[in-house]
């Protein structure tokens, strides 16, 4: 039943991390260092489609997790914010400009997905826990990045837009929620 539950009540040196519990040098740090992951993250990236398949998402999805709500918000929010005036995004652009092309939803996604991760995750910390959360935060990513994606594209039709921007992507996506809820699980684990 351990593996149905949503919560482990098993506290987590992991758990130091979220929030108001670390001291403010290592909030900022992980702040920081999920940016620049994302960042990193961008840069590995396949175009099969109009929309890149990359690992970002993995630093989007980890933020939420480790960092809490507030934090992995801040996290995504400066990996915006560098992409402002560096070029961190996927593909050769950035700048304000950046945020009109096709991929503008899924990237001011990314703050309100590990907003949502973060949230939820504070109550739900098992890996079903964990893998629930992070499926909450892709479908709010997700929901942006279709949204926007139908009316950048100008797709005649939503279905076009469902599936260029979000149907093309399950399995990948899928793939990167379980690792993400896994590997964080595992962490949880680890430093018990």
Known sequence: MATL????????????LRGDQASLALQVAGVVSFALLAALG???????????????????????LVLGRRNGLLAMALYLGLGLVLPVFAGDGYG??????????YLLGYPLAAWTIGTLSARWNSLLGSFLAVMAGSVVLFTCGVVWLHFAAGHATWTESIVNGWLKFVVWDLTKVALVATVYTGARRLLR
């Open 96 to 105: 304000p400009a950046y945020f009109l092309g096709l991929t503008g939803g």
């Open 42 to 64: 961008a840069q590995l990236r396949i175009y099969l489609w109009e929309v890149p398949i990359t690992l970002q998402t993995l630093a989007v999805y980890g933020s939420g």
């Open 5 to 16: 539950s949503l919560r482990s009540s098993r506290p987590s040196a992991l758990d130091r």
